[in-house]
Structure formats: structure tokens, C-alpha cells
């Protein structure tokens, strides 16, 4: 008899004990995942709820990050909460600029003037319709009266 392991033989007696027989799937073949190797790190992700940018490299994010700052400063309600949020941004895209790591991607610091100058025209336009509506409404609440 050829040698055999220690968790071979635990198999081989297992399997002899008919430990296998009732097991979920058995008879079936595997489930195929697409997508190549990282399967089971996309299947976490899913599970855990993550957002899907949690696997791209640092860089791409922090240049996700950077495209979608208008969106993301868009209602915030103070110019200091702005400020904020473009000075972390910065400071992780120095911090990875001095410690890169995954693709090397160009990356600048996001200058914070015109980011605010935006939020600024942005919630003056929100303001000048809700006034707008506002006034709209004020003669049909006279005129439930």
C-alpha cells in the first residue's frame, strides 16, 4: 500500500464511514463564476454590501473621488463642511502621492477656490428657487383662507 498522509487517511475513512453521502450539491457540478480568479472577492463584496469601487487601486479612486467632488460637496450646508471635505480629499492624494502604491496615475491636490465658488452658485440657484416656489405658493394659501 502506497504512504499516505495524515488527512488523506482521515478522507479515506471518512468517506469509508459515508460521511459524504448526504452533503448539499452532491452530484451536481460547481457553480461557474465569471470574472476570472478574484471571484470570491467580488462574492465578498456583494455579501458585505461594499461599494464596488473598494477593489479599484488608491489612485483610481482618489481620481473617482476627484471627478465626483461636486456632486459630493453639493448639499453640504456650511462653506467650512466644503473646506473639509476638500482638505481631506487632499490629504489623501499627498499622502499617496509620497507613498503610492497599485498603478502609478497622475494625481494632483484638488485646489478648494473653484470647488466652493461651485457649492456657492450652486445652492444660490437652490435658494432663488425655493424662493421662486415659495412665492408661487403664497396666493394659493391666501386664497384657502
Known sequence: MPWESAVEKAIREATERGEFDDLPGKGKPLPRFEGGEDWWVRRYVEREGLPADALLPVA???????????ETVRDLPTEESVRRVVADLNARIAEHIRNPEGPRLPLRKVEPGPVIEAWRTRRAERGEALRQARAQEAPRRRRRR
Open 60 to 70: 483610481v479612486q482618489l481620481r473617482k473621488e476627484t471627478e465626483r467632488l461636486p
